[in-house]
């Protein structure tokens, strides 16, 4: 879908925009600066994970009543007990073993995009393509919508201790939230407020088993020091957000009976009942102000990908420019802003998360097969970090063993997860396949990329960054 478009002379830009020092280190060009160092990437994987698993289905819903009374004779509370502990452990074992996948697949393939550029280098331009459709118009705004939502039910929660919440006042405190922190994005604080003086330069959403997995592979392009700050960054941040998992349920458990569990849709919430009386505001503040760092850092990481598909010709080239004064990816950012707005208006919220849980899943799978396929198609491939074959084997072994069991269980909803998905393949081969277009298209995409450049003040990025 590019058009052609005249790009704006950087001189030009830097003169008439007064571009900060910031910008200027570069003589002016136009591209995505690498700022974030070793602190910034444990801070953000701890930040996101925490703000997913809140906006997350309740986990509990693994555990229903009927399997708490399957083991008759044994402590109930014990046996749940082991479970939940158990089941966080093992979650933040996987997570571990599919993060350091990952750390191969971003330092092998230095690439911005995530999964979209993995996937389009081992398996080419339809897949990446299906990848991209699929997060850019179901579950990234899926994810944004329901994140903007949790946050709204915790921060009003204090205020309506033993009421029913409003819906219209949560939906609209959803919304401006996401608003919010998608004019952040596009003011670039999450950069500036990035910055570490102190980092070497270098030249190089229930707690299911993606979520911890998805900052690592998304913040790899924004790295400094990629190589040496990845892999600490991981083996800091999982053992440690598992460690509170586990410390965090022993304490639930040590308070809460499996009934009361079962029975609450905000665990951390009943809890804070029990044991801080007066105080237990607290808690719902605490988690909010967690949900909203995870949702800053999914907005900003959401928008690179779909910037860096833009800019590959996989989405229309309106998408493919940076702000000339913020080289933030303004278009990228009022995009994913309206779906996930269009999102929270939506009936059913929480069977489009099934979905994307789904393929998210399946994708990542994807992914960390195209490790192994490139262990074999590209033995000779430069690998800063290389794991056993076994690690991502026994991950992807893992991981279809989750996708065969929703086929068994819910073969609908994996239809309609597929359907969704399969949804982008007319588009690819009418936006992507088909070069000759009627010449009224290709001025209307023309057009349609001058007005974005125009209206956000951008322009493309120079080409020699990648």
Request: charged content about 15%.
């Amino acid at each position: 879908m590019p058009a052609k478009t005249n790009n704006v002379q950087p001189q030009i830009e830097k003169k008439l925009l007064n571009l900060s020092p910031m910008e200027e280190q570069d003589n002016g060009k136009i591209k995505m600066k690498r700022h974030m160092g070793l602190l910034e990437g444990v801070a953000v994987i701890l930040g996101i994970i925490f703000g997913s698993a809140f906006a997350a289905l309740n986990f509990t819903e693994f555990f229903t009543v009927r399997n708490i009374h399957f083991t008759k004779g044994c402590n109930r509370r014990g046996w749940f007990s082991w479970v939940i502990i158990g089941y966080m452990g093992v979650v933040g074992l996987l997570s571990m073993v599919g993060a350091i996948c990952y750390a191969e697949l971003g330092t092998s393939i230095p690439k911005s995009g995530g999964d979209y550029a993995y996937i389009n280098e081992a398996f080419g331009p339809l897949p990446s393509f299906l990848y991209l459709w699929a997060a850019n118009i179901i579950f990234v705004p899926t994810t944004n919508a329901i994140m903007g939502l949790t946050f709204a039910n915790y921060v009003i929660q204090p205020f309506f201790p033993q009421c029913t919440l409003p819906d219209s006042s949560i939906r609209l405190i959803a919304a401006s939230v996401i608003c919010k922190l998608i004019i952040r994005n596009y003011l670039n604080f999450m950069t500036e407020e990035l910055q570490n003086p102190f980092v070497e330069e270098s030249s190089h959403n229930d707690l299911t088993l993606d979520q911890p997995v998805l900052p690592s592979r998304n913040i790899i392009a924004l790295s400094q020091n990629t190589v040496g700050n990845l892999p600490r960054a991981i083996y800091i941040s999982l053992p440690l957000v598992t460690a509170i998992y586990v410390l965090a349920n022993m304490a639930y458990l040590s308070v809460l009976t499996p009934d009361s569990m079962l029975a609450s849709d905000a665990i951390a919430v009943t809890y804070g009942y029990t044991v801080l009386g007066k105080f237990a505001w607290i808690l719902p503040i605490m988690v909010a102000i967690s949900t909203f760092g995870g949702l800053s850092v999914h907005i900003m990481t959401a928008s690179r990908m779909l910037y860096v598909g833009a800019r590959n010709g996989h989405f229309p080239s309106m998408l493919a420019v940076l702000n000339v004064k913020r080289l933030t990816p303004a278009p990228c950012l009022a995009f994913l802003c309206t779906l996930s707005l269009f999102m929270l208006c939506t009936s059913d919220i929480h069977l489009l998360i099934q979905y994307s849980t789904i393929v998210e899943s399946f994708f990542v799978t994807l992914s960390v097969l195209g490790l192994l396929y490139l262990r074999w198609k590209n033995p000779k491939m430069v690998r800063p970090i290389r794991v056993h074959v076994i690690v991502p084997l026994c991950f992807v072994i893992i991981c279809l063993f989750l996708l065969v069991l929703p086929m068994l269980e819910s073969p609908l909803l994996v239809l309609g997860a597929l359907a969704i998905t399969l949804t982008g393949v007319p588009f690819y081969y009418f936006g992507v396949v088909w070069k000759n277009k009627p010449e009224f298209f290709q001025n209307i995409m023309r057009k349609t990329t001058n007005f974005s450049q125009k209206f956000f003040v951008a322009a493309h990025e120079d080409k020699d960054e990648e």
